[in-house]
């Protein structure tokens, strides 16, 4: 599946914010796996970026993201049984704190 590109992951305005972590992007990524009973409580995404943010005490929003996921489905051929499934989002953005 195709990543994507988000501006930000909440509403910021172009000069209301000052760039974290000299400018260096974090990244985050969060997997749900269905074998051993997860499921998707929270959004993905959203568990993603709060990883990504966690790197960067203080900021509050990461702008410039790109966004990538990774499904893995695996089955064992006779019989039909699921024995890996997982599906992966990964974020990286660059930290931001607003300017209130």
């Given at each position: 599946?195709?990543?994507g590109?988000i ?46 943010l ?47």
């Amino acid at each position: 599946m195709p990543g994507g590109i988000i501006q930000a992951n909440k509403p910021v305005e172009q000069g209301q914010y000052s760039v974290l972590n000299g400018g260096k992007v974090v990244t985050g990524s969060y997997t749900v796996d269905f074998q051993q009973g997860g499921s998707v409580k929270e959004s993905c995404m959203k568990q993603a970026i709060d990883k990504a943010l966690a790197q960067c005490p203080g900021a509050d929003a990461l702008v410039g993201i790109t966004t990538d996921n990774q499904t893995k489905l695996k089955f064992l051929v006779f019989p039909p049984i699921v024995f890996e499934n997982s599906y992966t989002v990964f974020v990286t953005g660059t930290p931001v704190k607003l300017n209130k």
